[in-house]
């Protein structure tokens, strides 16, 4: 089988023949469809994986009807399981690639089903189509998916024309890199090509050589913890002959020989490019160069792990070991969280006016709620309208220079900035303190029983203290907030009628006698509600978290979820509210309606 391979370059191609694309962490793959309804999906290396995704295959022949006038087809692209719309889970890809039991396989596509991110058409209704340029081939492959609108399984890679745009979105993403393809480029084996270059995103980052392998030319990388050193990968390319020759002699002079490895102690620092760790190893490192003027003191775990980050180099960090959460969490750790979860976070805080909570010395000296923009802030926390001074968080930057100013909390109205009219209705169910939290479970289940009749979708998150809270998206515009009242208060008043000896809407907490509180008044124009992800200041430095539904048990404790934990979990399990944003127009509103205005 050919395959056309994109050339690994430095630089993007600029001018009006180039389009670009988000380069997916995954596997190569085509996937061949034959006339007969066989269904293949074959890796770069040319072997059958098709076993190993049996979600793909089984959405494919579930679509059977719609492609079988277009076969034989071939589709050629990256098989992937996705974070989010531009990122990809490299971890999670390998895992599944590695997978021989076919129980365990489906359990895995359940879990975390992969996407087939398609870039190229190279076979349509049996026409070879190598020798059509990319942008016929393109136009080929929109034109057959487009009818599939509602699909996640088989996703046509963007094209963008704007190297700006789409290096802003390889960025705030962190995905892998960039493809760029000349539009009249024909698709031909091999790299004996000008027309396809991969530039990958890399990160750049410090590491001190501390052993050298004559065997293999591979010299070991480690970093300070705790002022020893730890390794964290193998490094060999990049480096001039001659500078690397002379780092090698210096290893073979002055180095302890052991097993066939020198060894020296912390003193050689280098700069180093690699995509990220993996299994605690840098994955594709590159030398820059060998750094005599950074001391190797300098080349700490804790620098790795900012580096990493890839925090907007607009931004400069400052005391970055102060700790926030005493004993637990420092300004590090919470610049670092708000870096990763930003992609799942900012949907919720943008174009709408933003209130923060500061703790520039930690949650426990003096803290500041802050709703108007400091003199001292740079423009692009603005908001669009000059008659008022919001915090607005549109972009990475803005919620990484306000975390590097000791904003911890992020309270979101329900409307956008410049609307009078809300998105989204909320419940907020309070219990009395965390040993009730099964109050606040036992209320968001039922709560959801009476959504579910009503035919609304619901989302539901910890209130990253001691409750949860019920969301439910609403088209901009379809009720005002006098009938989202009333639809809240009804179901609030029902709640509290059929178990009066577990919830209550009393405002006064002297009179809720240990019942957990169903605040309803709370959704109301220009009140606010925590952010999903915004994290919070209890001393466990717990995450105002998305769940999935199946998650709201009686053991669920809100606790568990924290700033040190809960990127990792939305990379192992996906986002809960992956499609929060796409539910404002699709959510069908008919009954609630009815309910509201009779």
């Given at each position: 089988m050919e395959w056309m391979k994109p050339i690994a370059s430095t630089e993007i191609p600029a001018g009006d023949e180039w389009l670009y694309e988000v380069k997916y962490d995954g596997f190569r793959c085509k996937l061949v469809w034959s006339v007969t309804n066989k269904i293949t999906l074959i890796s770069k290396n040319n072997h059958d994986i098709t076993k190993n995704f049996p979600e793909v295959i089984q959405w494919c022949e579930n679509n059977y009807k719609y492609f079988k006038n277009k076969l034989p087809l071939e589709l050629d692209g990256e098989l992937v399981i996705l974070n989010h719309r531009y990122q990809a889970n490299f971890a999670q890809i390998q895992n599944r690639g590695r997978l021989q039991n076919s129980d365990r396989i489906k359990k895995s596509a359940n879990l975390r089903p992969a996407t087939f991110m398609v870039f190229d058409l190279t076979e349509l209704k049996g026409k070879k189509l190598h020798q059509s340029n990319l942008s016929l081939r393109k136009k080929y492959l929109y034109?057959?998916?487009?009818?599939?609108?509602?699909?996640?399984?088989?996703?046509?890679?963007?094209?963008?024309?704007s190297i700006s745009n789409v290096n802003e979105i390889v960025y705030a993403a962190k995905a892998e890199g960039i493809v760029a393809k000349k539009k009249k480029s024909t698709y031909q084996k091999g790299k004996q090509h000008n027309d396809w270059f991969k530039i990958k995103n890399w990160r750049l980052i410090h590491g001190i050589l501390t052993a050298y392998n004559p065997s293999n030319g591979y010299f070991t990388v480690s970093v300070l913890k705790n002022n020893q050193p730890i390794h964290i990968g193998k490094c060999k390319h990049g480096l001039a002959k001659d500078t690397s020759q002379t780092v090698q002699r210096l290893f073979q002079d002055q180095g302890d020989f052991l097993d066939g490895i020198y060894y020296l102690p912390p003193a050689i620092t280098s700069t180093i490019h690699t995509l990220d760790l993996y299994d605690h190893e840098l994955r594709e490192p590159e030398f820059k160069q060998i750094t005599a003027d950074i001391p190797y003191t300098e080349c700490t775990l804790e620098k790795l792990q900012l580096d990493l980050a890839?925090?907007?180099?607009?931004?400069?960090?400052?005391?970055?070991d102060k700790y926030l959460w005493p004993n637990n969490y420092t300004k590090k750790d919470l610049l670092i969280y708000i870096r990763e979860i930003s992609t799942w976070m900012l949907p919720f805080l943008r174009q709408k006016a933003l209130t923060i909570i500061r703790c520039p010395d930690g949650i426990t000296e003096e803290s500041f709620?802050?709703?108007n923009l400091p003199d001292y802030a740079p423009d692009y926390l603005s908001s669009t309208s000059s008659q008022e001074n919001y915090i607005v968080c549109n972009h990475l930057k803005s919620i990484v220079w306000?975390?590097?100013?000791?904003?911890?909390?992020?309270?979101?109205?329900?409307?956008?900035?410049?609307?009078?009219?809300?998105?989204?209705?909320?419940?907020?169910?309070?219990?009395?303190?965390?040993?009730?939290?099964?109050?606040?479970?036992?209320?968001?289940?039922?709560?959801?029983?009476?959504?579910?009749?009503?035919?609304?979708?619901?989302?539901?998150?910890?209130?990253?203290?001691?409750?949860?809270?019920?969301?439910?998206?609403?088209?901009?515009?379809?009720?005002?907030?006098?009938?989202?009242?009333?639809?809240?208060?009804?179901?609030?008043?029902?709640?509290?009628?059929?178990?009066?000896?577990?919830?209550?809407?009393?405002?006064?907490?002297?009179n809720r006698n240990n019942r957990?509180?169903?605040?309803?008044?709370?959704?109301?124009?220009?009140?606010?509600?925590?952010?999903?992800?915004?994290?919070?200041?209890?001393?466990?430095?717990?995450?105002?978290?998305?769940?999935?539904?199946?998650?709201?048990?009686?053991?669920?404790?809100?606790?568990?979820?924290?700033?040190?934990?809960?990127?990792?979990?939305?990379?192992?399990?996906?986002?809960?509210?992956?499609?929060?944003?796409?539910?404002?127009?699709?959510?069908?509103?008919?009954?609630?309606?009815?309910?509201v205005r009779g």
């Open positions: 034109q057959l998916m487009q009818e599939l609108t509602e699909n996640e399984m088989i996703r046509c890679v963007e094209s963008f024309t890839q925090l907007p180099h607009s931004i400069e960090v400052s005391n970055t709620f802050q709703k306000l975390a590097n100013h000791g904003s911890i909390e992020y309270h979101i109205p329900f409307q956008r900035i410049g609307h009078v009219t809300p998105v989204e209705i909320a419940f907020d169910l309070d219990p009395p303190d965390r040993e009730h939290f099964n109050l606040a479970v036992h209320a968001a289940n039922l709560l959801k029983q009476i959504l579910d009749e009503l035919e609304l979708v619901s989302f539901v998150k910890t209130s990253g203290n001691k409750g949860l809270q019920v969301y439910i998206p609403i088209r901009e515009g379809s009720m005002t907030y006098d009938e989202t009242f009333l639809f809240t208060e009804a179901i609030a008043k029902t709640l509290e009628k059929s178990y009066p000896n577990d919830f209550t809407t009393e405002r006064m907490k002297k957990l509180y169903i605040d309803y008044v709370q959704h109301g124009k220009d009140k606010t509600l925590i952010a999903p992800y915004s994290p919070r200041m209890t001393k466990e430095g717990t995450v105002s978290t998305p769940l999935y539904w199946n998650e709201v048990v009686e053991d669920l404790d809100p606790t568990f979820f924290t700033i040190g934990n809960v990127v990792n979990r939305v990379h192992e399990i996906g986002c809960p509210f992956a499609n929060y944003h796409d539910m404002h127009e699709q959510q069908d509103m008919k009954k609630m309606l009815r309910l």
